[in-house]
Every structure is written in C-alpha cells, then in structure tokens.
C-alpha cells in the first residue's frame, strides 16, 4: 500500500466540510501526513461580482475578491485553531474558478495521495444529485476520494 503523504480536504466552510477538516486532520495527525486545505470561490460568483462592476463605477471585482480571499484565508486559520490541528504542516489555498475544476488540479499540482470531502456542500443538494461537486469528483479524482458523511449526533 502506497503510503499517504498528503492529505487535501476541499472546504467550502459548511458543516460536511467541517466535519470533513476535522476526519482529514486526525487522519493527517495519526498518518504523520501533510494536510492541504483548499477552498474555491466559484466562478459564478466571480462572473456575477464583474457584473456589479459594470453597474457601480465605485466598485472594483478585483477588490472583491482580494477582499474575500483575505476573508477565507483568516476563517481557515480560525477553524484549524479550533480543530486544534495547528501542530500539522498545512498548506492553504484560495483558488476562483468552477470548483470540481480547481479541486482537481489541485490534486494534481500538489501531490495529494487522498482526497477527504463532505458529501453535500454549502447549498446543501442531496450527494446524489448529478452535476454536484461530489459528484464529479468521484468522477474524475486521480486519486483516493473519502466522502464524509454529516456526523448526526452532534
């Protein structure tokens, strides 16, 4: 068996990708194993923000999103204090584009040896609804994927 060196969780910050963090950082502790934590601000997002921009003269996307990456940035490192899992070598990144995309190349730019995610995301869609970010990752994922079901007894 192929040992785990590095371990990516993708974390849009709701409660499956926390529960997904948590799993992937004691896996990365008891592994002695890297963790990278990737969060992506969607590419509809960035599209509807250069829309504003064309409307409001006063207001930069650029800005927006330098803003945000800022933002998720200092949230990351808040819940990785939380977790208490500031002893592990972490690697964080901030990507803009379709999710599943940025995921994945991730994966492949970083060395990832096991990918851990929730099932459901931020809005919150049933796993098995085709066209999720789940879904297509089970799809195309070069490597191991962990799907981390919402822990209901907390």
């Known amino acids: 068996m ?8 993708a974390y849009d910050f709701s409660d499956y990708s926390e529960e997904a963090l948590v ?17 992506v601000i969607n590419q509809k997002e960035v599209d509807a923000v250069l829309r504003a921009e064309m409307e409001a003269v006063s207001f930069s996307a650029d800005q927006f999103i330098k803003d945000r990456k800022k933002d ?3 949230d990351i490192h808040k819940i990785i204090e939380e977790i208490s899992a500031e002893h592990l070598p972490v690697e964080i990144k901030i990507k803009t584009g379709i999710p599943f995309r940025e995921l994945i190349q991730a994966v492949r730019d970083g060395g990832v040896d ?15 609804l085709f066209g999720t970010t789940a879904e297509k990752m089970f799809r195309h994922c070069p ?5 981390m079901r919402k822990n209901m007894s907390r």
């Open 23 to 39: 799993f992937a950082a004691e896996l990365a502790d008891e592994l002695k194993s890297d963790l990278m934590i990737v969060n």
């Open 2 to 9: 192929k040992r785990i060196r590095k371990i990516m969780v």
């Open 72 to 74: 998720r940035l200092e």
């Open 143 to 147: 490597v191991p994927l962990l799907s």
């Open 114 to 128: 096991l990918v851990v995610m929730g099932q459901k995301g931020r809005t919150n869609l049933s796993g098995i």
